[in-house]
């Protein structure tokens, strides 16, 4: 019996693109699977129609002489029938069998990847938490941290065997790392279970490290710790994370910066903040102010008249950047502090200026709001 055309199988267009033959086909795979109609004949011989010609339609070159001579010109490929179906199939489902993981359907099919499991891989990496205050996150140093991580253990390198022996084939799988069963008219190919889909084991293994090919230890060492780091920063120290299977090279460690907070400073990313109180005087009249950076004391020029809540700024005394070196600025809050306890003739000087303003204390100052309200802008 001739078979449908393809086109119709899948029910699409002559001129249909790749991802619309595509999503047609994965369409029809999860209606006809046989996982998803057990014992039903006709959803089995509907999905290996849809997947033959899906197998013809996705590949350019069977597509073409299809379009030009249809299932005979493809007879000396194997579609005189579906005798190499088993065989050949699986290659042409490389593209799509992702969509199958996404539906539940990777334990019929066994790992996407064709890289077999096992052999030289490289470690974990680690994470350490250090803590350090601002003070040194401003001038950089350098800190001496403890890690505990696993090394290769140097009786057999790594490997996990003894000295003088080798690995051997493994005997469920013959060294080919996967095991194959028959579900329904699939062959389905599993890693092999007792080797971990290497094809090999330890038949003898390592006295020193039982097996295992690594050994724990702790290590002490020192960091260089940049100048400008900030929290949430990780800082990458190559090669000093946990070793890698079978010899393989090992991780890295990464140690995370938490920046302590300061008793005076505030900070936003390399620029500095504080605050200083002076009196009414020297606000008004102008002063100067010596203010402590992580690098000596600045002197502060506070302007004549200065009101409280301005700020001033001193260049170049915040942190430096870690990544172009320039350094941030530093910005000082002015506050006018009022005196709590005056003498009486202190009064006395004070009401007689608020009198040479034209002001009189003792009564309630008229347009007084115009200023309540700017304080609330």
């Known amino acids: 019996m001739s078979k449908r055309d393809a086109y119709e199988v899948l029910g699409v267009a002559r001129d249909s693109s790749q ?30 129609e849809a997947a033959q010609a899906y197998s013809v339609l996705a590949d350019s070159e069977k597509r073409a002489t299809y379009d030009r001579f249809g299932y005979d010109g493809l007879r000396g490929e194997g579609f005189g029938g579906f005798s190499g179906f088993n065989s050949t199939i699986f290659a042409d489902f490389e593209d799509i069998l992702g969509d199958f993981f996404s539906f539940g359907f990777g334990d019929l099919f066994g790992s996407r990847s064709r890289r077999r499991p096992g052999g030289p891989a490289q470690g974990r990496d680690l994470v350490l938490q250090m803590e350090i205050t601002l003070d040194e996150a401003a001038s950089g140093m350098e800190k001496e941290i403890k890690i505990n991580r696993s090394r290769h253990c140097a009786e057999c390198r790594g490997t ?16 080919r790392g996967q095991v194959r069963y028959q579900q329904g008219f699939f062959a389905v190919a599993k890693a092999c279970s007792q080797c971990g889909g290497s094809g090999r084991i330890i038949t003898t293994p390592c006295e020193a490290c039982q097996g295992r090919g690594k050994q724990r230890e702790k290590k002490s ?3 260089n710790v940049p100048a400008g780091v900030d929290t949430g920063m990780k800082l990458r120290v190559e090669g000093e994370g946990d070793a890698g299977d079978e010899g393989g090279p090992p ?5 995370a910066i938490r920046v302590k907070s300061h008793k005076y400073f505030s900070r936003e990313n390399n620029n500095l903040f504080c605050q200083a109180i002076i ?21 502060l020029t506070v302007p004549t008249g ?10 170049g005394k915040g942190l430096r950047n870690v990544s172009n070196h320039r350094k941030g600025d530093l910005f000082v809050r002015i506050e006018v ?19 040479s303003q034209g002001e009189n204390l003792d009564e309630a100052e008229k347009g007084g709001i115009s200023r309540v309200k700017n304080l609330f802008r």
């Not at 009101?307 to 001033?312: A, F, I, P, R, Y």
């Not at 502090?337 to 009198?355: C, D, H, V, Y």
């Open 19 to 48: 991802d619309e033959i595509k999503k047609a086909y994965r369409k029809l795979a999860m209606q006809y699977h046989p996982d998803r109609n057990p014992g039903d004949t006709v959803a089995e011989e509907n999905f290996k």
């Open 160 to 175: 996990g065997v003894k000295p003088g022996t080798q690995r051997s084939t493994c005997p469920q799988c013959q060294g």
């Open 221 to 223: 060492f020192k960091i």
């Open 251 to 255: 991780g890295d460690l990464y140690v």
């Open 279 to 299: 009196s009414f005087p020297r606000a008004a009249m102008g002063t100067k102010l010596e203010i402590p950076t992580f690098e000596g004391r600045e002197i």
């Open 306 to 315: 200065t009101q409280s809540g301005e700020v001033l700024k001193i260049k």
């Open 337 to 355: 502090g009022t005196p709590r306890n005056m003498s009486k003739k202190q009064k006395q000087i004070l009401r007689a200026f608020a009198e």
